[in-house]
């Protein structure tokens, strides 16, 4: 932003004040609008991995009961086959979980702060430019 010229008339002044305050609103809303996205982006690969890892312990949770039904029929290998599947269904539930609490964890609040920011430093900049303007 350029200082106004000197001389310039209170009509003029207005008008270019209510430009600047147009286009600041306007950055700062596209501004809010790209940080919120973000946010909802983490959150939900976040929450997809959540549903994943809860989907995947439903599996090893099948499978470890295909286990005792196997090991109590029949003493065969085959038992021990779906013991071996279950458990690593089980680890990977495990780490997509942990995986998934990770990108909850990085989202934060959800507020747009560095626009909330940016916005209060031009409340204090307009208030501080009004104050020597009235001296």
Known sequence: MEPPPRGASTGELISRL???TSTLIRD???LATAELSAKAKHAGAGLGMFGAGGLLAF????ALVTTAILALALILPAWAAALIVAA???????VVSLLGKKQVEQVGPLKPERAMANVQRDVTQVKEASSREHE
């Open 18 to 20: 209510s430009e600047q």
């Open 28 to 30: 700062e809303m596209r």
């Open 59 to 62: 599996f090893g949770a099948a």
């Open 88 to 94: 690593l269904l089980l680890i990977a539930a495990g």
